[in-house]
T-cell receptor, first 111, second 114 residues
Framework: QKEVEQNSGPLSVPEGAIASLNCTYS??????FFWYRQYSGKSPELIMS????GDKEDGRFTAQLNKASQYVSLLIRDSQPSDSATYLC???????????FGQGTELSVKP | EPEVTQTPSHQVTQMGQEVILRCVPI?????FYWYRQILGQKVEFLVS????????KSEIFDDQFSVERPDGSNFTLKIRSTKLEDSAMYFC????????????FGPGTRLTVL
């Protein structure tokens, strides 16, 4: 059974700090990962996709993928109260497109 | 910017009734999906659809569920005889030319079964 695991949190950081969100996965063959943000009662909103080992930066967000350690992370620099949400890590179950989601990490950014 | 749309935003139904949830995927996307999220739980895959047929379905997607693309724009999820445990948010998603491409989610339909 392929799994994606996240620490459910809550993770609390002060405004302006770096928030670090982590995710591990069980399938060594997984090639791509996605970070989604979900506000309460809303749908998942894509933040980042990452396909290669290493870092990928987009504005205040950096995704990191380490395939050897089966680990993917999301760093949010200069965290803002508007970043307060649940962050979902997702990976493909197979080539058919089915995504497996982690349980999500709740982030709270305090002003 | 193109987006996935879903209707209705909230559906209340009696147990045993049929419901149809509607989605309009992003226009040039070829792969379509339904996911659901029970309150406080993970997002769960239900079914994927490509080239007018189901590509994959989960254990949740039993005979009570069906999907259809009745025309060139709509993608529907039908639940034939709703159960209390079907109460959840149902999300439609679509992706571009490859099945492993990024999936974009619609706003969801909240289904409440009484």
């Amino acid at each position: 059974q392929k799994e994606v695991e996240q620490n459910s949190g809550p993770l609390s950081v002060p405004e302006g700090a770096i928030a670090s969100l982590n995710c591990t996965y069980s399938d060594r063959g997984s090639q791509s990962f996605f970070w989604y943000r979900q506000y309460s009662g809303k749908s998942p909103e894509l933040i980042m996709s990452i396909y290669s080992n290493g870092d990928k930066e987009d504005g205040r967000f950096t995704a990191q993928l380490n395939k050897a350690s089966q680990y993917v992370s999301l760093l949010i620099r200069d965290s803002q109260p508007s970043d307060s949400a649940t962050y979902l890590c997702a990976g493909p179950y197979n080539q058919g497109g089915k995504l497996i989601f982690g349980q999500g990490t709740e982030l709270s950014v305090k002003p | 910017e193109p987006e996935v749309t879903q209707t209705p935003s909230h559906q209340v139904t009696q147990m045993g009734q049929e419901v149809i949830l509607r989605c309009v995927p992003i226009s040039n996307h070829l792969y379509f999906y339904w996911y659901r999220q029970i309150l406080g739980q993970k997002v769960e895959f239900l079914v994927s659809f490509y080239n007018n047929e189901i590509s994959e379905k989960s254990e949740i997607f039993d005979d009570q569920f069906s999907v259809e693309r009745p025309d060139g724009s709509n993608f529907t999820l039908k639940i034939r005889s709703t159960k209390l445990e079907d109460s959840a948010m149902y999300f439609c998603a679509s992706s571009d030319a490859t099945s492993t491409d990024t999936q974009y989610f619609g706003p969801g339909t909240r289904l409440t079964v009484l």
